[in-house]
């Protein structure tokens, strides 16, 4: 307990540090009719809402569209308060308002489990976390959390707008307010409609909204819905634009080469050959930019033009620094030091709780395993990209990105101008997954863009340098022990993990202004002098982010420890898909099915009675179990296996039916079950969870990148496997929708299903696999 | 050089002529027909799908002078406003997309198949629509398929 109020403290003192920085109106994210520029006609009425002349509603739009149906999603909620069909929603840009940050992907960062919710210690460290959140203001995509975020704020902006209009309408004919009703638009009076949003929009500006309040929930018609996605009529026919498909007046483009060797640099090379290429106008040196690898960029009239020259350029790489990286040696490191650490009770441990050492010791069976998972890409299907004019100052960028504020940050240290003088653009994403968290991509194309006069340029990286020069998600090796008592009950768990820390790795990038203070709150956290000498050095601080997944045990296992180690490899590292959940949920899973089989019990009814208490839990796991028939006779060369993980706030289980092709795993059928809180469009959830499974499915089988000299060795797809339709499982979906608040679901389906999967594989041959990927072995 | 693309001549830039340049990036920074994709390259992932002389084909390593006189049809012609193509449809009921920078060549892919078989089974459908997806839209893709091979067969 002492070591978390210790965190707290530190996330205090940031916080007090922040808000003598701003001056934003006590707790209120509404915003006010100026916060939105007016154009066309529109009425501001507060930081989301405008009503265009035709009384359309136009709001903010402060998330990017990257398949996870955001769009959707955010304009149903304002659709529902204000009375309006969907598509009566249009979307405008969100510009870069603190009001537009997201405060619960904050929250998802507070270090608790499930059984912590009522502790004073949560609500308090909840508390803070949320005021430090609004106060900083950062607006990313990412961790699951855009309904969560946008929950209460939307539907109070979309509510007080209402408010205000049939306030102006009641003014405006003279009638009492609780006369007049709303329906798509129109306001109503028992004498028939009146006026539409458009035409009481610039009174409604000027009218106080009073008392608002949200529907009750058995008010709502479009809330719970699976209406069909925005976005998808463009996805069918061509005409959705990504960034990739950004086209202005008399723009070129640029192809990129970095140093193979992460973290290396450039030497001489053959530019004026290159430039002497046909088409070809530019090459660039580019220096290593927010993380990036230090590269070459040859800028020429076309895509194909450039990518040829930049095929013809021969480059004295130079070797990094701090050696060249190999990622066996990396995993081999990693598993020394978690055994070390286990030993010697280090690392920081995110949960303590009895004596899990007293009780190993005195346990009837032990056991004691060690897991691992490899370094993964994300290897989004539209490769790095991003479009970028310096003309006359200003600079202006469009870019796929999760970090519309970051990228505005960069292109102003690059360009060497103040953040106000910058543009960004939001495409739509062609896939996230977390890389479009960095932006390595903006700062270099703003980069390019400086040496063109004025040109916009649109910076393409191949999908060779798209998988070789990623953040990749860390590889990791935990120990894991456990003991059971006679009975068979678990009454021990001891696990230390070590992989790199991510969000540190991650600040340095996009946050290079707040280095400094995660440094004092690195400090705050170790104010023992535990942390060792050498990672104290190096700004390691114990990492939320990397620990996930493990340390909020749901089992009620009554002496538990549960720690961590955050290296430094000098991989570079990254958010991806899931985070640390994305493996630990397979160490967890993995074991937890250890011990059920060590205790001679059945996997589901051993997970069961551990979820004591844990409500949620225990009901997703009954209905995957029941709907997949769990405990009924299947096929010859058939088997299950389950597994049960909460993350970004959902609860998911799954059971997988695995069959053997060829000596390997051929997954057959995927049975889900989430609660996440309520469900705003089920369409969407459902969908959600094919593609949670489908992601997850291809790093269980093949996801690894393998460094070696310093090089990624997987370089595009026949390297680097994806699932494919012939290889795709059945997957079915199961709701059981929650009344809290919309919790994660872009994420939350992806952990369970390597572990269910292995468990399954486990039930089928008796071979357990306890390393991701499990084609590797 | 002129093209053939979704029954119009067009004409490609001088830039974008050279015999030896990708049909996809012709499509794409000659003509600024974008719904054409690039995803590898190298013909592996199939989101640079179009039709040549109706077969489905990788655009991404299929060369200018490959195509002269024959008819390509992009994403942009595989239907219109007021006729979108059965697929199309079928896509939207299904609500396919996810990220959605795939599926024009999976559009493609699938639009090349059933023109040729119009009840494929799920094995025809592996083997024509090998184009990859990172979202996992596959489950729905081949249910928008039979869907809109159904329709077809009406």
Same mark, same amino acid.
């Given at each position: 307990m002492k070591r978390r109020t210790l965190l707290l403290t530190g996330t205090g003192a940031l916080g007090a540090l922040v808000v003598g920085w701003g001056v934003m109106p006590p707790r209120s994210r509404l915003g006010d009719a100026h916060t939105l520029p007016a154009v066309d006609g529109q009425v501001g009425l507060n930081g989301w809402i405008k009503i265009a002349s035709d009384g359309a509603v136009v709001l903010a739009m402060n998330r990017s569209e990257m398949g996870q149906g955001v769009h959707t999603a955010l304009s149903q909620l304002v659709a529902e308060e204000l009375d309006v069909p969907l598509g009566r929603v249009r979307l405008t840009e969100a510009g870069h308002d603190a009001i537009y940050g997201n405060i619960a992907a904050f929250l998802g960062n507070v270090p608790f489990g499930p059984r912590d919710h009522e502790r004073a210690v949560f609500k308090f460290s909840t508390w803070i976390t949320a005021k430090v959140g609004r106060e900083l203001g950062l607006n990313l995509t990412g961790g699951s959390s855009s309904t969560a975020d946008a929950w209460d704020t939307l539907r109070l902006a979309a509510a007080t707008a209402r408010a205000q209009l049939l306030g102006a309408a009641a003014l405006k004919h003279r009638l009492p307010v609780d006369e007049l009703t709303v329906k798509d638009g129109t306001i109503h009076h028992a004498s028939g409609p009146l006026s539409h949003y458009g035409e009481l929009a610039a009174q409604a500006a000027l009218t106080p909204p009073g008392q608002v309040r949200l529907k009750d929930s058995k008010q709502w018609t479009q809330i719970g819905r699976a209406l069909p996605r925005a976005d998808l009529a463009a996805k069918v026919d061509g005409s959705a634009r990504f960034g990739l498909d950004v086209r202005q007046q008399g723009q070129v483009f640029a192809a990129i080469r970095h140093c193979p060797m992460l973290g290396g640099g450039i030497g001489p090379a053959n530019v004026d050959a290159v430039r002497a290429r046909p088409g070809v106008l530019r090459v660039v040196a580019l220096g290593p930019i927010a993380g990036s690898t230090a590269a070459y960029a040859v800028v020429a009239r076309t895509t194909w033009h450039a990518r040829e020259a930049a095929k013809a350029l021969e480059v004295d790489w130079q070797p990094p620094p701090n050696g060249r990286l190999d990622s066996k040696a990396i995993l081999a490191a990693l598993e020394a030091e978690a055994r070390r650490a286990h030993a010697a009770g280090d690392g920081f441990a995110f949960l303590k709780q009895g004596d899990a050492a007293g009780a190993l010791a005195g346990a009837a069976t032990k056991l004691e395993a060690v897991y691992s998972a490899p370094h993964l890409a994300h290897v989004t299907m539209e490769p790095m990209n991003c479009t970028a004019q310096v003309l006359d100052g200003h600079v202006t960028v469009w870019a796929p990105t999760q970090v519309p504020g970051f990228a505005r940050d960069v292109a102003a240290r690059v360009a060497g101008v103040a953040p106000d003088k910058v543009t960004v653009h939001v495409t739509y994403l062609g896939g996230g997954f977390g890389r479009r968290l960095d932006i390595d991509f903006v700062g270099q194309a703003v980069r390019v863009a400086l040496e063109m006069g004025g040109l916009p340029v649109q910076l393409v990286w191949s999908r060779e340098e798209d998988m070789t020069h990623d953040f990749y998600r860390p590889a990791e090796v935990s120990v894991l022990q456990a003991g059971l008592d006679a009975a068979g009950k678990p009454v021990a768990l001891a696990i230390t993990g070590a992989s790199d820390a %991510?969000?540190?790795?991650?600040?340095?990038?996009?946050? @290079?202004?707040?280095?400094?203070?995660?440094?004092?709150?690195?400090r705050n956290a170790f104010p023992d002098g535990r942390a060792p000498a050498a990672l104290l050095a190096r700004g390691d601080a114990p990492d939320k982010t990397a620990s996930e997944g493990l340390f909020e045990l749901p089992y009620a296992i009554p002496n538990a420890r549960v720690a961590h180690r955050p290296t430094h490899s000098g991989v570079p590292v990254g958010m991806w898909r899931g985070v640390g959940h994305s493996h630990h949920a397979f160490f967890k899973e993995g074991f937890i099915d250890e011990l059920a089989h060590a205790a001679k019990a059945d996997p589901v009814a051993f997970r069961f009675e551990l979820l004591e208490g844990l409500p949620r839990h225990q009901a997703v796991l009954k209905r995957a179990a029941e709907a997949a028939g769990w405990g009924q006779p299947l096929p010859e060369g058939l088997a299950r296996g389950v597994a049960v993980h909460e993350s970004f706030g959902s609860v998911v289980a799954q059971v997988v039916e695995v069959t053997?092709?060829?000596?390997?795993?051929?997954?057959?059928?995927v049975v889900c079950a989430i609660d996440c809180g309520i469900v705003v469009n089920p369409g969407i959830v459902v969908r959600q969870m094919e593609s949670c499974i489908v992601f997850?499915?291809?790093?269980?089988?093949w996801g690894r990148i393998d %460094?070696?000299?310093?090089?990624?060795?997987?370089?595009?797809? @026949?390297?680097?496997?994806?699932?494919?339709?012939?290889?795709? @499982?059945? %997957?079915?979906?199961?709701?059981?929708?929650?009344?809290?608040? @919309?919790?994660?679901?872009g994420e939350p389906g992806l952990p369970p299903v390597a572990p269910a999967l292995a468990n399954a594989w486990f039930a089928l041959t008796g071979d357990r696999k306890r390393k991701l990927p499990l084609m590797s072995q | 050089?002129?093209?053939?693309?979704?029954?119009?001549?067009?004409?490609?830039?001088?830039i974008a002529s050279d015999p030896a340049m990708p049909l996809l990036w012709a499509l794409r920074d000659g003509l600024h027909l974008t719904g054409t994709k690039f995803g590898c390259g190298i013909a592996a992932c199939g989101a640079c799908t179009v039709h040549v002389d109706g077969q489905a084909t990788r655009s991404c390593v299929t060369p200018l002078e490959a195509c002269r006189g024959k008819a390509i049809t992009t994403i942009e012609g595989l239907g219109s406003p007021d006729h979108p193509h059965a697929l199309?449809?079928?896509?939207?009921?299904?609500?396919?997309?996810?990220?959605?920078?795939?599926?024009?060549?999976?559009?493609?892919?699938?639009?090349?198949?059933?023109?040729?078989?119009?009840?494929?089974?799920?094995?025809d459908i592996d083997a024509a629509v090998s184009n990859l997806c990172r979202c996992g839209t596959y489950p729905r893709v081949r249910a928008a398929i039979k869907q809109a091979a159904g329709g077809l067969k009406k």
């Amino acid at each position: 307990m002492k070591r978390r109020t210790l965190l707290l403290t530190g996330t205090g003192a940031l916080g007090a540090l922040v808000v003598g920085w701003g001056v934003m109106p006590p707790r209120s994210r509404l915003g006010d009719a100026h916060t939105l520029p007016a154009v066309d006609g529109q009425v501001g009425l507060n930081g989301w809402i405008k009503i265009a002349s035709d009384g359309a509603v136009v709001l903010a739009m402060n998330r990017s569209e990257m398949g996870q149906g955001v769009h959707t999603a955010l304009s149903q909620l304002v659709a529902e308060e204000l009375d309006v069909p969907l598509g009566r929603v249009r979307l405008t840009e969100a510009g870069h308002d603190a009001i537009y940050g997201n405060i619960a992907a904050f929250l998802g960062n507070v270090p608790f489990g499930p059984r912590d919710h009522e502790r004073a210690v949560f609500k308090f460290s909840t508390w803070i976390t949320a005021k430090v959140g609004r106060e900083l203001g950062l607006n990313l995509t990412g961790g699951s959390s855009s309904t969560a975020d946008a929950w209460d704020t939307l539907r109070l902006a979309a509510a007080t707008a209402r408010a205000q209009l049939l306030g102006a309408a009641a003014l405006k004919h003279r009638l009492p307010v609780d006369e007049l009703t709303v329906k798509d638009g129109t306001i109503h009076h028992a004498s028939g409609p009146l006026s539409h949003y458009g035409e009481l929009a610039a009174q409604a500006a000027l009218t106080p909204p009073g008392q608002v309040r949200l529907k009750d929930s058995k008010q709502w018609t479009q809330i719970g819905r699976a209406l069909p996605r925005a976005d998808l009529a463009a996805k069918v026919d061509g005409s959705a634009r990504f960034g990739l498909d950004v086209r202005q007046q008399g723009q070129v483009f640029a192809a990129i080469r970095h140093c193979p060797m992460l973290g290396g640099g450039i030497g001489p090379a053959n530019v004026d050959a290159v430039r002497a290429r046909p088409g070809v106008l530019r090459v660039v040196a580019l220096g290593p930019i927010a993380g990036s690898t230090a590269a070459y960029a040859v800028v020429a009239r076309t895509t194909w033009h450039a990518r040829e020259a930049a095929k013809a350029l021969e480059v004295d790489w130079q070797p990094p620094p701090n050696g060249r990286l190999d990622s066996k040696a990396i995993l081999a490191a990693l598993e020394a030091e978690a055994r070390r650490a286990h030993a010697a009770g280090d690392g920081f441990a995110f949960l303590k709780q009895g004596d899990a050492a007293g009780a190993l010791a005195g346990a009837a069976t032990k056991l004691e395993a060690v897991y691992s998972a490899p370094h993964l890409a994300h290897v989004t299907m539209e490769p790095m990209n991003c479009t970028a004019q310096v003309l006359d100052g200003h600079v202006t960028v469009w870019a796929p990105t999760q970090v519309p504020g970051f990228a505005r940050d960069v292109a102003a240290r690059v360009a060497g101008v103040a953040p106000d003088k910058v543009t960004v653009h939001v495409t739509y994403l062609g896939g996230g997954f977390g890389r479009r968290l960095d932006i390595d991509f903006v700062g270099q194309a703003v980069r390019v863009a400086l040496e063109m006069g004025g040109l916009p340029v649109q910076l393409v990286w191949s999908r060779e340098e798209d998988m070789t020069h990623d953040f990749y998600r860390p590889a990791e090796v935990s120990v894991l022990q456990a003991g059971l008592d006679a009975a068979g009950k678990p009454v021990a768990l001891a696990i230390t993990g070590a992989s790199d820390a %991510i969000v540190p790795r991650w600040a340095e990038r996009v946050l @290079p202004g707040l280095a400094p203070t995660l440094d004092l709150l690195n400090r705050n956290a170790f104010p023992d002098g535990r942390a060792p000498a050498a990672l104290l050095a190096r700004g390691d601080a114990p990492d939320k982010t990397a620990s996930e997944g493990l340390f909020e045990l749901p089992y009620a296992i009554p002496n538990a420890r549960v720690a961590h180690r955050p290296t430094h490899s000098g991989v570079p590292v990254g958010m991806w898909r899931g985070v640390g959940h994305s493996h630990h949920a397979f160490f967890k899973e993995g074991f937890i099915d250890e011990l059920a089989h060590a205790a001679k019990a059945d996997p589901v009814a051993f997970r069961f009675e551990l979820l004591e208490g844990l409500p949620r839990h225990q009901a997703v796991l009954k209905r995957a179990a029941e709907a997949a028939g769990w405990g009924q006779p299947l096929p010859e060369g058939l088997a299950r296996g389950v597994a049960v993980h909460e993350s970004f706030g959902s609860v998911v289980a799954q059971v997988v039916e695995v069959t053997k092709q060829d000596g390997r795993p051929r997954v057959k059928r995927v049975v889900c079950a989430i609660d996440c809180g309520i469900v705003v469009n089920p369409g969407i959830v459902v969908r959600q969870m094919e593609s949670c499974i489908v992601f997850g499915l291809t790093a269980a089988l093949w996801g690894r990148i393998d %460094i070696v000299d310093g090089e990624v060795q997987q370089k595009s797809f @026949p390297d680097h496997p994806l699932m494919t339709m012939a290889q795709c @499982p059945v %997957i079915e979906t199961h709701l059981l929708p929650g009344d809290g608040p @919309p919790t994660g679901v872009g994420e939350p389906g992806l952990p369970p299903v390597a572990p269910a999967l292995a468990n399954a594989w486990f039930a089928l041959t008796g071979d357990r696999k306890r390393k991701l990927p499990l084609m590797s072995q | 050089m002129e093209l053939k693309v979704n029954g119009q001549a067009m004409t490609l830039p001088e830039i974008a002529s050279d015999p030896a340049m990708p049909l996809l990036w012709a499509l794409r920074d000659g003509l600024h027909l974008t719904g054409t994709k690039f995803g590898c390259g190298i013909a592996a992932c199939g989101a640079c799908t179009v039709h040549v002389d109706g077969q489905a084909t990788r655009s991404c390593v299929t060369p200018l002078e490959a195509c002269r006189g024959k008819a390509i049809t992009t994403i942009e012609g595989l239907g219109s406003p007021d006729h979108p193509h059965a697929l199309q449809l079928a896509w939207l009921a299904e609500q396919v997309p996810q990220c959605g920078y795939c599926q024009s060549g999976m559009l493609m892919a699938a639009a090349a198949l059933l023109a040729k078989n119009k009840n494929p089974s799920d094995a025809d459908i592996d083997a024509a629509v090998s184009n990859l997806c990172r979202c996992g839209t596959y489950p729905r893709v081949r249910a928008a398929i039979k869907q809109a091979a159904g329709g077809l067969k009406k």
